[in-house]
T-cell receptor, first 116, second 115 residues
Framework: DQQVKQNSPSLSVQEGRISILNCDYTNSMFDYFLWYKKYPAEGPTFLISISSIKDKNEDGRFTVFLNKSAKHLSLHIVPSQPGDSAVYFCAASEMNYGGSQGNLIFGKGTKLSVKP | DVKVTQSSRYLVKRTGEKVFLECVQDMDHENMFWYRQDPGLGLRLIYFSYDVKMKEKGDIPEGYSVSREKKERFSLILESASTNQTSMYLC??????????????FGPGTRLTVL
């Protein structure tokens, strides 16, 4: 059973508008969450993360919101740019310093298309 | 900057061949991982390693093995390649320390086609 779900396989947004990518998780032991961005024929690159002691983390145009009670997080991109077009993966883990609990559990990804 | 390199960007092999995918990281990371990425299935963990000569099965280890003889190098082996192993293979590494615990750094990927 999927522990991390990204229910929207794709999202299309106009340049300059807000992109909102959603992610749900089921394991209450997860306490650290990451977003990765992936262009075709390249490896994923880290975008932004949040620990469970926070409900918001911001980095430039990117903000991640965490709602622990709903087991839901979202990535907001404002304003969206054509170069943001990529696949975005949500990942979750239990924060520790070794052992399989430190593995990342990935969602299936959401393909974002930002149209000029 | 962390660098994770993979031996090949594109590889074409025949069914039944033995295939080696090599991954090297230059940041002295303890942890290394092999994933495969398929459309609609996301990233699936094949094997991982938290130390030299140590390996653990991920979610889909069948048909694969790994080797970690040196800290910086993690190899994925397909003993007898099959067409259902056609995929994008991604290697990653991470440190067990701070600041962003569990953040993984990925290589560029190897697109393997098995004919």
């Amino acid at each position: 059973d999927q522990q991390v779900k990204q229910n929207s396989p794709s999202l299309s947004v106009q340049e300059g508008r807000i992109s909102i990518l959603n992610c749900d998780y089921t394991n209450s032991m997860f306490d650290y969450f990451l977003w990765y961005k992936k262009y075709p024929a390249e490896g994923p690159t880290f975008l932004i993360s949040i620990s469970s002691i926070k409900d918001k983390n911001e980095d430039g145009r990117f903000t991640v919101f965490l709602n622990k009670s709903a087991k839901h997080l979202s990535l907001h991109i404002v304003p969206s740019q054509p170069g943001d077009s990529a696949v975005y993966f949500c990942a979750a883990s239990e924060m520790n310093y070794g052992g399989s609990q430190g593995n990342l559990i990935f969602g299936k990804g959401t393909k974002l298309s930002v149209k000029p | 900057d962390v660098k994770v390199t993979q031996s090949s960007r594109y590889l074409v092999k025949r069914t039944g061949e033995k295939v080696f995918l090599e991954c090297v990281q230059d940041m002295d990371h303890e942890n290394m991982f092999w994933y495969r990425q398929d459309p609609g299935l996301g990233l699936r963990l094949i094997y991982f390693s938290y130390d030299v000569k140590m390996k653990e099965k991920g979610d889909i280890p069948e048909g694969y093995s790994v080797s970690r003889e040196k800290k910086e190098r993690f190899s994925l082996i397909l003993e007898s390649a099959s067409t259902n192993q056609t995929s994008m293979y991604l290697c990653a590494s991470s440190s067990s320390g701070t600041p962003r615990v569990n953040e993984q750094f990925f290589g560029p990927g190897t697109r393997l086609t098995v004919l």
